[in-house]
């Protein structure tokens, strides 16, 4: 089993802001001045996040840019021992927006000519990848149709999860595991969203490129962007630097059902799926880089904003996830963003195509990994861009 090393930036807070025509002040629960323009979201987003802790979440971070107005926010507790105010620059555990990170080290590889998105994923990997698996591309590991189930994990609920939680995942385990079965759907056939692609989209980057996939996303994203208050965290199992504690809903130890602080978990099961830790000011900077495209440059930024013309493998709807992002329309306009879950913690980035109004938000949701979307994280993001 491979021991990886887990990269720590600097704890220095991102300063400056890019402010649009309307300008509000950054907030808490208290009303927001009358400064906000008439399209505004900053009272919908107070409304939002107001009265926490409550039972799905104990604390909110947001934030709204774009050139349509600016929104700063925070609710809710730091934790639920002491009861003081939540820390608005806290990092959190952010989730599945792991994967954009990834996709666009991907892209960026694939723009150098190191990475070829029509190649198979075996002919990179060819003692990993089996021969059932051949006809997987680059392509469909990042936008979800390549047909590979989920690997198995020790436990079905949260109650097992938590108690194998110091548990190490080795990423070449998890997709022999994975593609020891018999695949879902030939590839490129129909969509699933599932951790494994990227899982292999990791490995894919360390093998094309001989170094760690936390290194290169060190050195291509972070740095370059001067996300200091991002990192991808290895095998250590704390939040470096302050932190809202995280809570999950789940039977105790004394048989009743209550919240137990989650704060402190490995996230190797996730890895390059889904393990990076941040702050709302670094995503939101990553959002607006990306979208403006200084991130992923020329033609291939496109791949982040093109739907597969295939069905979801559960729905029978449009496919709804590209290479990194996914899209919904929202208030009558395309949304681009990338949700994320951890135990105890619910992220997002978003934003229009146009980069007009960007959200990024941190929810300590006590639902986390749930079926259906934490209350709180979907009324931020209703009242940010309108209704479905």
Not at 154 to 165: F, K, L
Request: glycine share 12%; no cysteine; hydrophobic share 40%.
């Amino acid at each position: 089993m491979k021991m990886r090393t887990s990269l720590l930036a600097a704890a220095v807070l991102v300063a400056g802001l890019s402010v649009g025509p309307s300008v509000l002040p950054a907030a808490a629960t208290a009303p927001a001045a009358s400064t906000a323009a008439p399209s505004s979201p900053g009272p919908a987003l107070e409304a939002a996040i107001a009265g926490l802790p409550r039972a799905d979440a104990t604390a909110a971070l947001v934030r709204v840019g774009g050139k349509e107005g600016v929104w700063h926010g925070s609710s809710g507790v730091h934790d639920l021992r002491t009861g003081r105010p939540a820390d608005p620059a806290a990092r959190f555990r952010a989730g599945s927006v792991t994967k954009v990170f990834t996709a666009a080290v991907a892209l960026q590889l694939a723009q150098e000519g190191r990475l070829d998105l029509d190649r198979s994923a075996r002919s990179y990997l060819p003692e990993l990848i089996p021969a059932s698996y051949g006809g997987v591309t680059v392509r469909q590991l990042l936008n979800h149709t390549h047909g590979i189930p989920a690997p198995d994990f020790p436990g079905t609920t949260v109650e097992e999860a938590y108690a194998n939680r110091f548990h190490i995942h080795d990423p070449e385990d998890m997709v022999r595991s994975a593609t020891a079965k018999k695949r879902e759907f030939a590839p490129g056939e129909r969509q699933h969203y599932l951790n494994i692609g990227y899982t292999v989209a990791g490995l894919l980057i360390e093998r094309v490129t001989h170094d760690s996939y936390e290194r290169q996303v060190a050195r291509r994203v972070l740095g370059p962007l001067g996300l200091r208050n991002t990192y991808l965290p290895g095998a250590a199992p704390r939040i470096a630097g302050p932190h809202n504690h995280g809570y999950q809903t789940m039977r105790l130890d004394d048989g009743t059902t209550g919240l137990r602080d989650v704060s402190v978990w490995r996230a190797t099961d996730g890895w390059a799926a889904g393990d990076i830790i941040s702050t709302t000011a670094d995503l939101e900077r990553f959002t607006d880089a990306l979208f403006k495209g200084r991130v992923v440059r020329g033609p291939l930024l496109e791949e982040m904003f093109t739907l597969p013309e295939v069905t979801d493998i559960g729905t029978g709807e449009p496919a709804a996830y590209s290479v990194g992002l996914s899209m919904k329309v929202l208030g009558g306009r395309e949304v681009w963003g990338k949700t994320g879950g951890r135990w105890g913690y619910n992220a997002a980035i978003a934003s229009t195509r146009d980069g007009s109004r960007t959200l990024v938000y941190s929810v300590n949701s006590t639902d986390a990994k749930g079926q259906g979307m934490n209350r709180t994280a979907e009324t931020v993001m209703v009242a940010a861009y309108g209704r479905p």
